[in-house]
T-cell receptor
Framework: DVKVTQSSRYLVKRTGEKVFLECVQDMDHENMFWYRQDPGLGLRLIYFSYDVKMKEKGDIPEGYSVSREKKERFSLILESASTNQTSMYLC????????????FGQGTRLTVV | AQKVTQAQTEISVVEKEDVTLDCVYETRDTTYYLFWYKQPPSGELVFLIRRNSFDEQNEISGRYSWNFQKSTSSFNFTITASQVVDSAVYFCALSTQTGANNLFFGTGTRLTVIP
């Protein structure tokens, strides 16, 4: 059973705080992704990683950074949280082969006040 | 560029009715994969189906069926005899080789099944 675990289900942070969202997968998947979900906008890709210490920008990377020091862990960092980063954040992992599905974590609902 | 369009934002049906969720995709790749995911109120996305671009055979799984038509770039999802537990947001997604195996999502369709 593939498990993608996000460290927090709900998070409330203050404007200007540095925020860490953690994601861990236990299936030895090479690729990991961070998406942001907002009403009417679907899931938008923030960053992804193909391997340890490798990262690529997605569609909306501004205001975010990521870290992948170990294969199983992919962290999303909000350097200075702002109210427009209030959203649902979803982590996913997938094998490198294209003929497979992505497995998602349960999501972190972040509120920045 | 890759794009997925789900024109239906919200759909409401009465229990036991059939409902079709539309998905139209755009890609210049000849090899690609199409997916449907379900997101129940709990929030976690649940994989439903994957289809590759070389397999246009329609698929049925219980009350769920999928109609893949390359001629119209569509991958529609039908739920037969809908149930309250089908209430969720449904996402269609596209993955391509030039898209580096990223999943490009549509904006989702919220389905409400009324008892």
């Amino acid at each position: 059973d593939v498990k993608v675990t996000q460290s927090s289900r709900y998070l409330v942070k203050r404007t200007g705080e540095k925020v860490f969202l953690e994601c861990v997968q236990d299936m030895d998947h090479e690729n990991m992704f961070w998406y942001r979900q907002d009403p009417g906008l679907g899931l938008r890709l923030i960053y992804f990683s193909y391997d340890v210490k490798m990262k690529e920008k997605g569609d909306i990377p501004e205001g975010y950074s990521v870290s992948r020091e170990k294969k199983e862990r992919f962290s999303l960092i909000l350097e200075s949280a702002s109210t427009n980063q209030t959203s649902m954040y979803l982590c996913a992992s997938i094998t490198r082969s294209p003929n497979t599905e992505a497995f998602f974590g349960q999501g972190t609902r972040l509120t920045v006040v | 560029a890759q794009k997925v369009t789900q024109a239906q934002t919200e759909i409401s049906v009465v229990e036991k009715e059939d409902v079709t969720l539309d998905c139209v995709y755009e890609t210049r790749d000849t090899t690609y994969y199409l997916f449907w995911y379900k997101q129940p109120p709990s929030g976690e996305l649940v994989f439903l189906i994957r289809r590759n671009s070389f397999d246009e055979q329609n698929e049925i799984s219980g009350r769920y069926s999928w109609n893949f038509q390359k001629s119209t770039s569509s991958f529609n999802f039908t739920i037969t005899a809908s149930q309250v537990v089908d209430s969720a947001v449904y996402f269609c997604a596209l993955s391509t080789q030039t898209g580096a195996n990223n999943l490009f999502f549509g904006t989702g369709t919220r389905l409400t099944v009324i008892p």
